[in-house]
C-alpha cells in the first residue's frame, strides 16, 4: 500500500480552452487518491464522521506543475503518507503519465471534530494502521 496508486481519466470537463488538465483540478485528482487509499485500508470517511465524529480537512498544498495532461488520458495518482502526528497526516502525492511525473504535491491534512471544527486526534485504531504503512 505504500505505492497506492488510483486510476484516473481525463475528462473533457477536467481540461481548459487550451485542451490541457486547468490546474485546479490536479487537486481534484489527489482528492479521489487520498480517499481510495483510506478506503484501502478500510475507513470510509463518511463512517469516520458517523462513527467516531472526525473530518478531515486539507490544511496545506505545495504542488509543482511539470508536465501537461490532455483530455482522454489515463493517468495514476499515487497518495503516500510521509508523516503522521497525532492530528494531522502529511501525503506526497505524484500524477503520471506512463512514466512522465506530470504533477508533483505535498498535502497536510488535519483531523478535525465534525462538530467544533477544532483539531481533534486520529482515532487510534486508524492511526495503528498508518503507522504500519510508514514502516514498510
Given at each position: 500500500?505504500?505505492?497506492?496508486?488510483?486510476?484516473?481519466?481525463?475528462?473533457?470537463?477536467?481540461?481548459?480552452?487550451?485542451?490541457?488538465v486547468?490546474?485546479?483540478?490536479?487537486?481534484?485528482?489527489?482528492e479521489?487518491?487520498?480517499?481510495?487509499?483510506?478506503?484501502a485500508?478500510?475507513?470510509?470517511?463518511d463512517?469516520?464522521i458517523?462513527?467516531?465524529?472526525?473530518?478531515f480537512?486539507?490544511?496545506?498544498v505545495?504542488?509543482?506543475?511539470?508536465?501537461?495532461?490532455?483530455?482522454?488520458?489515463?493517468?495514476?495518482?499515487?497518495?503516500?503518507v510521509?508523516?503522521?502526528k497525532?492530528?494531522?497526516?502529511?501525503?506526497?502525492?505524484?500524477?503520471?503519465?506512463?512514466?512522465?511525473?506530470?504533477?508533483?504535491g505535498?498535502?497536510r491534512?488535519?483531523?478535525?471534530d465534525?462538530?467544533?471544527m477544532?483539531?481533534?486526534a486520529?482515532?487510534?485504531?486508524?492511526?495503528?494502521?498508518i503507522?504500519?504503512?510508514?514502516?514498510?
Open positions: 500500500m505504500k505505492n497506492f496508486n488510483w486510476p484516473v481519466r481525463v475528462y473533457y470537463e477536467d481540461t481548459d480552452a487550451g485542451g490541457v486547468f490546474y485546479a483540478n490536479y487537486l481534484k485528482f489527489f479521489r487518491a487520498r480517499t481510495e487509499i483510506l478506503r485500508m478500510g475507513f470510509e470517511q463512517k469516520l458517523a462513527t467516531e465524529g472526525i473530518i480537512v486539507v490544511r496545506s505545495q504542488v509543482d506543475y511539470l508536465s501537461p495532461a490532455r483530455f482522454n488520458e489515463l493517468l495514476q495518482v499515487s497518495a503516500e510521509s508523516e503522521a497525532k492530528a494531522s497526516l502529511t501525503f506526497k502525492q505524484l500524477v503520471t503519465r506512463g512514466d512522465n511525473v506530470l504533477c508533483k505535498v498535502i491534512i488535519a483531523c478535525l465534525a462538530q467544533t477544532r483539531p481533534k486520529i482515532p487510534e485504531t486508524l492511526f495503528r494502521t503507522l504500519e504503512l510508514l514502516k514498510k
